[in-house]
């Protein structure tokens, strides 16, 4: 896909703490956004990520008025829900069916709404400039697709991306697991990639909170907060 542990998040197109698809054997790529790559991979577990928010979410939009939110790869939920429990109006988008199907249970758990969105931010149908926060952990975002413009022109005027992969990535360790990390939008390639009308904080070092899940190994985030000027 697109959100969530590499990840969000391994990853594909950022999943809040995901794990990476196969390799494609016919062009040597990760397929990070083969629907089936995600479900079966959800699947081998009952849950896969600790169905805490992110902490570096929480620091981050503790400083924003709630509006409209949109979580790429948002796996089992659980920013997003955080997000909805706020007073954000919240879309979420992932490739997993499976992800998704927790993740609406999650919400209806705890009495939110939350817009799901059955998709990889490459093909999802989502409004120019919708956004005031657009939030993006952990991804897999393929750099051919031109993962920056695509995240750049759903932020409102005003809006914040909040972008955060893990610092220090092991990429033999990574490739074994079925994605190169070079090929992949890294924290320095948002910073520097938004140009003119931004303003960037990041990418900045940060000591990782989690309890538990695939990915607890990771102990440092790399934070980019970047706002587009009104």
């Known amino acids: 896909m697109t959100t969530h542990e590499a990840h969000r998040?391994?990853?594909?197109?950022?999943?809040?703490?995901?794990?990476?698809?196969?390799?494609?054997p016919e062009h040597g790529r990760t397929?990070?956004?083969?629907?089936?790559v995600w479900d079966a991979r959800y699947a081998e577990l009952d849950r896969v990520w600790s169905g805490e928010p992110n902490h570096a979410l929480t620091v981050e939009a503790a400083t924003l008025t709630p509006a409209r939110a949109l979580d790429v790869g948002c796996g089992e939920g659980a920013d997003a829900v955080w997000l909805?429990?706020?007073?954000?109006?919240?879309?979420?988008l992932d490739p997993s069916g499976v992800a998704l199907a927790r993740a609406r249970a999650a919400a209806e758990a705890s009495g939110?709404?939350?817009?799901?969105?059955?998709?990889?931010?490459t093909e999802a149908d989502l409004p120019a400039g919708g956004f005031d926060l657009v939030?993006?952990?952990?991804?897999?975002?393929?750099l051919e697709t031109g993962p920056v413009e695509r995240l750049a022109a759903l932020v409102a005027p005003g809006g914040t991306l909040v972008f955060v992969h893990?610092?220090?990535?092991d990429r033999e360790r990574?490739?074994?697991?079925?994605?190169?990390?070079d090929l992949l939008l890294a924290p320095a390639g948002v910073a520097a990639g938004l140009g003119d009308g931004w303003d960037v904080v990041g990418p900045e070092r940060r000591p990782r909170s989690i309890s538990g899940g695939s990915g607890a190994h990771h102990h440092d985030d790399l934070v980019v907060r970047a706002t587009r000027r009104p």
Do not use: C, K, M, N
Request: glycine share 14%; charged share 20%; aromatic share 8%.
């Open 9 to 24: 998040h391994g990853e594909t197109q950022g999943h809040a703490d995901h794990g990476p698809g196969g390799p494609d």
């Open 31 to 36: 397929l990070r956004d083969d629907e089936s």
């Open 84 to 92: 909805a429990t706020r007073g954000w109006t919240v879309t979420a």
């Open 112 to 121: 939110v709404l939350v817009d799901w969105v059955h998709a990889g931010l």
């Open 135 to 142: 939030s993006v952990f952990y991804p897999a975002l393929d």
């Open 166 to 169: 893990h610092a220090d990535v």
């Open 174 to 181: 990574a490739i074994e697991h079925g994605f190169d990390p």
